[in-house]
């Protein structure tokens, strides 16, 4: 669909907010020949994200200390990685397994030895004239905010 209507134009412009922004770069990256002229992102966790959300703490606590000591072997699962939510949990303490059991991020951030496509979409993705990502500190979803 977003084919369809951006082929009416010689040039878009896509914005895109939260799990948005990280769906419209996957589509950025894996679109050959598109016609994006700008692609913005507002508070999308383009690096993923690690523990749980700051604003969740004042809810529940030790949230943040469950997600980070243990809560990765639930998220790293197939079951939940068929979530969208969650296949974009990177858990640095936990590499391998992130590489190993995430589908979406380690394809767009081409962090797999010899991944086919992957050249492809660095191209696709470096067509675009302006990039814009916006985020910042007071940033109350997304962990760590400069993920944004």
Known sequence: MVREIAS????????????GG???????????NHNVAM????????HGVYGSPP????FIPFLDWYAKNGFYKVLYTSV?????LFNYYLDPTHYEMYLESVEYFPRMNNERE?????E???TNFSK??????????????IDPWQST
Do not use: C, N
């Open 120 to 122: 492809q979409r660095k």
């Open 80 to 84: 939940f990685q068929k979530l969208g």
């Open 128 to 141: 675009l004239r302006k990039l814009v990502l916006i985020g910042g500190p007071g940033e109350d979803v």
């Open 39 to 46: 692609f913005i992102s507002l508070a999308s966790p383009q």
């Open 114 to 118: 010899g991944e086919e496509g992957a």
């Open 55 to 58: 604003l969740a703490e004042h």
């Open 8 to 19: 009416q134009y010689d040039h878009i412009i896509a914005v895109g907010y939260s799990q």
């Open 22 to 32: 990280v769906v419209l770069r996957g589509v950025i990256e894996e679109w050959d």
